[in-house]
């Protein structure tokens, strides 16, 4: 196969003459690229930082969420494929499993003590909530003369 993709076949999806940037890599590689970057939100609110991460499919089990050195928030997991070998002919397999890891350096004034997580359909919730910052204390200071 060609790097270079046959422009006759290049818009028909089953062709295959067109050119896959991933088929030099060995295939335990090639099912670990294609889930190894969940999109992941990061708000923060007045309270808190709230991450949401689109995991379809997965499940609490297959999710961890930590804390490292204190103040980095990982979020882990890995999606098994699951394969029956005498169910037919498969013509197409674009959904892979693999292993996932997001790392996020959180601020000073995160809580890393109190952190929640919930999982609902497919969407990771973690909460890490925020110090209060004090408002610093005034004093009017008297000008003589």
């Given amino acids: 196969m060609s790097l270079i ?4 076949n290049v818009f028909d999806p089953f062709s295959p003459d067109v ?3 991933f088929h030099l890599l060995p ?7 294609v889930f190894s970057n969940p999109r992941i939100d990061w708000q923060e609110t007045p309270q808190a930082h709230v ?4 995991l379809p499919g997965l499940t609490k ?4 969420v ?10 882990s997991g890995e999606r098994k494929i699951e394969k029956e070998e005498n169910s037919g002919t498969w013509h197409r397999i674009e959904r892979s499993g693999g292993k996932f ?3 996020f350096r959180l601020p000073e004034n995160a809580k890393t003590d ?9 969407v990771l919730i973690v909460t890490v909530p925020k110090e209060e910052v004090k408002k610093p204390d005034v004093v009017a200071v008297q000008i003589s003369g």
């Fill in 27 to 33: 295939a335990q590689f090639r099912e670990t690229l």
């Fill in 101 to 103: 890891q997001r790392q």
């Fill in 51 to 54: 991450f949401q991460a689109d």
């Fill in 61 to 64: 089990e297959e999710v961890k």
């Fill in 19 to 21: 050119w896959d940037p």
């Fill in 114 to 122: 109190q952190i929640t997580a919930s999982m609902e359909k497919g």
């Fill in 66 to 75: 930590e804390v490292e050195d204190g103040r980095v928030l990982k979020i």
């Fill in 5 to 8: 993709p046959n422009i006759r």
